[in-house]
Nanobody
Framework: VQLQASGGGLVQAGDSLRLSCTASGRTFSNFPLAWFRQAPGKEREFVAAISWSGSSTSYADSVKGRFTISRDNAKNTVYLQMNSLKPEDTAVYYC?????????????????????WGQGTQVTVSS
């Protein structure tokens, strides 16, 4: 089972990027998916999460209104559209999946609830 993240890169402040994360080895269409990030010297932090159907989403306050999480279950892929990027968004971005119930949306932010993780993709935003 593998989660493969892609789409990172070096951009300027105000630019946009779209991250993708595709699962292989099993389907995650019935489970919540999320994005986390980790900046140098900092702990991993929650960015966004989405329910299995896509009907429920959750965002960190720092990215609300700028980032959008979505998924395509037919492609076993989750996306993170990042607009109006800021230097403080610089981090390694990780996708994650949780397959152990319950899937309360109130716990979407909790990294310990996720049992599958991608390898990460670097996003660097210059000022």
């Amino acid at each position: 089972v593998q989660l493969q993240a892609s789409g990172g890169g070096l951009v300027q402040a105000g630019d946009s990027l779209r991250l993708s994360c595709t699962a292989s080895g099993r389907t995650f269409s019935n489970f919540p998916l999320a994005w986390f990030r980790q900046a140098p010297g900092k702990e991993r932090e929650f960015v966004a999460a989405i329910s299995w159907s896509g009907s429920s989403t959750s965002y960190a306050d720092s990215v609300k209104g700028r980032f959008t999480i979505s998924r395509d279950n037919a492609k076993n892929t989750v996306y993170l559209q990042m607009n109006s990027l800021k230097p403080e968004d610089t981090a390694v971005y990780y996708c994650a999946a949780r397959t152990n119930p319950p899937y309360y949306s109130a716990t979407y932010y909790d990294a310990d609830k996720y049992n599958y993780w991608g390898q990460g993709t670097q996003v660097t935003v210059s000022s």
